[in-house]
């Protein structure tokens, strides 16, 4: 099984910047469908965004136009890059593969707006 680990998380203030990481135990993401899940209190995970092994992205309406996703397959990375957050961003953040099929879910890292 493939280890997924994720890094970057925090507190931060709205309309501030955050860079999300995500490492992958072995060589994966060249031939599959990386995405960045989140999942707040109360609520179900949810795909906010996707990159093809050539680097096509997709993108929940709520997060376009500020997160951008992107992959480094030779070191077997995966960013995600958050501008103008929102106190409605506020979640734990997961990577994985899309769709996740049996793959198993990292530890996520926290990501806290404040108003």
């Known amino acids: 099984q493939v280890r997924l680990v994720e890094s970057g998380g925090g507190l931060v203030q709205a309309g501030g910047s955050l860079r999300l990481s995500c490492a992958a135990s072995?060589?994966?993401?060249?031939?599959?469908?990386m995405g960045w899940y989140r999942q707040a209190p109360g609520t179900q995970r949810e795909l906010v965004a996707h990159?093809?092994?050539?680097?096509?992205?997709d993108y929940v309406d709520s997060v376009k136009g500020r997160f951008t996703i992107s992959r480094d397959n030779a070191k077997n990375m995966v960013y995600l890059q958050m501008n103008s957050l929102k106190f409605e961003d506020t979640a734990v953040y997961y990577c994985n593969f899309v769709p996740v099929g049996n793959a198993f879910w990292g530890q996520g890292t926290q990501v806290t707006g404040s108003s």
């Open positions: 072995r060589s994966i993401f060249s031939v599959n469908v």
């Open positions: 990159i093809t092994p050539r680097g096509s992205t």
